[in-house]
């Protein structure tokens, strides 16, 4: 055989190679992108129980402002990282009527199972930071990836784009503070 | 006991050392000159040493035993609530080892046991020395065994102000030999790396979950634990293990301590007791540990 079939077999076999290993990378960084947005959807649900939880505590007390304070928060599964951040932004709207309410009705700020749900949506805030930040990590060194030649051009032959970051909300960058 | 007695005892000790020591150095000497036969007067001065350590050691002993109480003992009694203070007794080697997080070589020592609370956090610590056997063979098919430190240092234990159910660990890089830089490795737990570069350049963190590792080290913390880092002598690993803290601080010192050799200055002592009980009470204030505020929840 020519020696040069043979090279170019060689170089064939390099690229392939080369190719497989950029491609498993990819894969890697999208699954690892799916784990951790799965563990913002469980960190939202777990606000969104507890944020529940504190909404039937509060009607208690303040029965008559129930319906015009407190609009119905949708979750369901499968959903957009815009529907997500949605549904955060809402509960976030919702927790903080909530707490201007609470300043209204000081017994209901005595109640022991209020305060231990206010240190419950504390920790489950923390733990949704805790996933987002996981998760913009992971977005970020998988776009880092969609930018680099020559990765770029296998990801763009994958149909591969850069994905969203689950953005914070300005008040939540800094560590959860609650008045207890 | 007055401080001028115990300052008789320190000079009583320290003479023995001196005098000891000189006369095994003369005698070793004088039968050099005399027999011309070096290891013979080795010998000698070997023994002498060992007769003054003998006999030195019962006031030195007895210097120590009574300093610690009369400084130590006072000092982290006006810090610590309910406190327990085991200067001869150290923390059981398995509390270490049952971390699963250290190497722990082949000789364990450990002094100056401390538990009580400050700021109602319950705090344990204790001076720890591990050390590893190595053994040398020469030409000659001599072998001869010697002891590489491990770890010295302090370790300290801390109740944690979140739950958690994954163990992390964060090494600061320079801590310990490549057995414990490599210890995520062989135990299989994954590397992590935090969004903070300067925090990754500076610390190897592994975890068996990313997200408890993300909870954990939120970036207010991993700011505490740099400028933590920064402030303090020596290397450190933290372990974030059943809900505890555990902190080695390898610095290669013995905590509470002071030589024979250098004369009792009240003022002196006092301060640098503080400045060592002060390295226990500053993770537990600058890391913010008393803030309970994650574990009241359902």
Known sequence: MPIIIIILLVLALIFVIWYISVSNKLNRAVVKIDESSSGIDVALTKRYDVLTKMIDVVKGYAKHEKETLFEIIKLREGMTMDEKKEANKSMSETLEKLNVLVENYPELKSNENYKTLQQSIADVEEHLQAARRLYNSNVSLFNQLLVTFPTSAIAKSKGMIKKDFFEAEETKKEDVKIDL | ?298
Not at chain 2, 197 to 216: C, M, S, V
């Open chain 2, 1 to 298: 006991m007055t401080l001028e007695e115990l300052e008789k005892i320190r000079k009583k000790a320290k003479n023995s050392y001196i005098i000891g020591l000189l006369l095994s150095s003369v005698l070793g000497i004088l039968i050099a000159l005399l027999t011309n036969g070096f290891f013979m007067a080795f010998f000698i001065f070997i023994i002498g040493s060992i007769i003054t350590a003998v006999i030195a050691g019962k006031p030195t002993k007895t210097f120590t035993k009574e300093y610690k109480n009369m400084f130590v003992l006072k000092s982290l009694q006006a810090t610590f609530n309910e406190l327990i203070y085991e200067p001869d007794k150290g923390l059981n080697k398995e509390i270490i080892s049952n971390t699963g997080m250290m190497y722990m070589g082949d000789r364990y020592t450990s002094n100056d046991f401390v538990s009580g609370k400050y700021k109602d956090i319950n705090v344990v610590q204790a001076d720890v020395h591990i050390e590893e056997e190595h053994e040398t063979t020469d030409s000659n098919g001599h072998t001869t065994t010697y002891w590489v430190t491990i770890f010295k240092g302090r370790w300290m234990i801390f109740d944690f102000n979140k739950y958690f159910k994954a163990n992390i660990q964060v090494s600061q890089k320079g801590f310990g030999n490549s057995k414990i830089s490599n210890w995520g490795k062989t135990l299989k737990y994954k590397k992590v790396m935090m969004e903070d570069q300067e925090f990754n350049n500076a610390f190897r963190t592994y975890a068996q979950d990313e997200h408890d590792a993300f909870y954990i080290l939120t970036p207010s913390l991993m700011e505490k634990i740099k400028k933590v880092t920064n402030n303090i002598s020596g290397k450190l690993l933290f372990c974030f293990i059943d809900n505890k803290l555990h902190i080695g601080l390898q610095n290669g010192k013995d905590s509470f301590e002071h030589s024979i050799f250098r004369k009792i200055n009240e003022q002196q002592s006092i301060e640098e007791i503080s400045k060592d009980i002060k390295i226990i009470t500053n993770f537990i204030d600058e890391l913010n540990l008393d803030n309970n505020l994650f574990k009241g929840s359902i």
